[in-house]
């Protein structure tokens, strides 16, 4: 039987660690992080799903495509990445040369885990056919076992654009893997990794949210299962959550995916209501490893310049080349796409 990972991940701690300062400290260290920003020539760059508090001192707020983007282009001598530890380490392997600082270096990602390099290895030898596509939650070891990198902003169009005769392997995420081969009508081997929260979320808890709010539409990441996928009205990247949204009529529109969104969402549509999407035994919809970075951990990482992302350099050489490929296919005009 050929080993395809591990869907189950035990020992996830779901408790929320949240701790909210008072405004007074929050103000001083965001005018503290605002001046060592200046001081060390640094880009602070932030996923959707931060506290509100970074995402508010945030040079660039965003999805992982956009993130991966900014980091490819960047200027800044220090890149503060405030996101999970393959972000950040996405960020070090575009830019070798820089300082990259995480605030928390356990802020890990439970797709990641599921999927270590030994493993890919021992099934990519299964098959000499495979073509490797690797969802950018993943490790520097996975991605330089790739032949190429996605996110949920461009999976479809890398799968597009993958050689016609080879046979795809997607990991670690078997429910954006799955999402693709709908749209794509491409087969392929699926990793069985998952979101540990995006797995929350269940029919039967939407069905009901729905039928509460009859008139919000509902969007979904698709790292959502194919049961709760079905009932959404859009399916699609952080990102292009706030395109969409920005672009409905509707006054209220239902989310599934992590609360961090939800500030993001409520700064780009300020009209709108937006509700986040209730789970079933989860005692929160919040990424306990998003989580992990604070603004008090910020702002000591910046003063302390640590701690830093380090990688092997020829890991990151190896892992480069399937993120630049991914940057490259994303870059061309959409009717050149495949
Ligand atoms: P996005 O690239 O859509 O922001 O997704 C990242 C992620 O980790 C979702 O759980
Ligand atoms: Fe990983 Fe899920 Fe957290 Fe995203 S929300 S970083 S996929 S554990």
């Not at 890149?79 to 575009?94: D, P």
């Not at 409520?266 to 490893?289: D, H, L, M, S, V």
Request: charged fraction near 25%.
């Amino acid at each position: 039987m050929i080993d395809v990972g591990d869907a189950t991940l035990a020992g996830i701690d779901r408790t929320p660690t949240r701790r909210v300062l008072p405004p007074q400290r929050l103000d001083a260290l965001s005018r503290d992080i605002l001046a060592l920003k200046k001081k060390l020539n640094a880009v602070i760059l932030a996923h959707n799903y931060q506290v509100p508090e970074i995402q508010d001192v945030a040079d660039y707020v965003g999805d992982s495509l956009g993130l991966s983007q900014q980091a490819a282009r960047t200027e800044a001598g220090v890149i503060v990445f405030c996101g999970v530890h393959f972000m950040a380490e996405t960020a070090k392997i575009l830019n070798p040369g820089k300082i990259v600082l995480l605030p928390d270096l356990d802020a890990g990602c439970s797709l990641e885990e599921s999927c270590p390099a030994d493993r890919l290895a021992a099934l990519q030898a299964t098959n000499p056919k495979f073509y490797t596509i690797a969802y950018i939650n993943c490790s520097a070891a996975v991605k330089a076992r790739s032949d190429v990198i996605c996110t949920s902003g461009n999976a479809v169009r890398i799968v597009q654009a993958a050689p016609a005769d080879r046979d795809l392997l997607f990991v670690p995420d078997e429910n954006l893997g799955s999402w693709v081969m709908e749209q794509t009508g491409r087969p392929m081997t699926l990793w069985k990794g998952n979101c540990y929260v995006h797995v929350e979320w269940t029919h039967a808890v939407i069905t009901r949210i729905r039928k509460e709010h009859p008139d919000a539409p509902l969007v979904a990441h698709p790292e959502c299962t194919r049961a709760v996928r079905l009932l959404a009205d859009e399916v699609c990247s952080t990102e292009k959550m706030v395109t969409w949204c920005r672009a409905s009529s509707a006054p209220a529109i239902i989310v599934a995916t992590e609360a961090g969104m939800l500030h993001r969402l409520q700064k780009e549509c300020p009209g709108k209501t937006f509700i986040p999407a209730p789970t079933e035994n989860c005692r929160c919809n919040e990424c306990r490893f998003m989580k992990l970075n604070t603004l008090e951990k910020l702002h000591d990482c910046m003063a302390n310049l640590g701690p830093r992302v380090e990688l092997d350099p020829g890991l990151i050489e190896r892992a480069r080349r399937p993120i630049e490929r991914m940057l490259e296919i994303s870059s061309r005009p959409l009717e050149n796409a495949g």
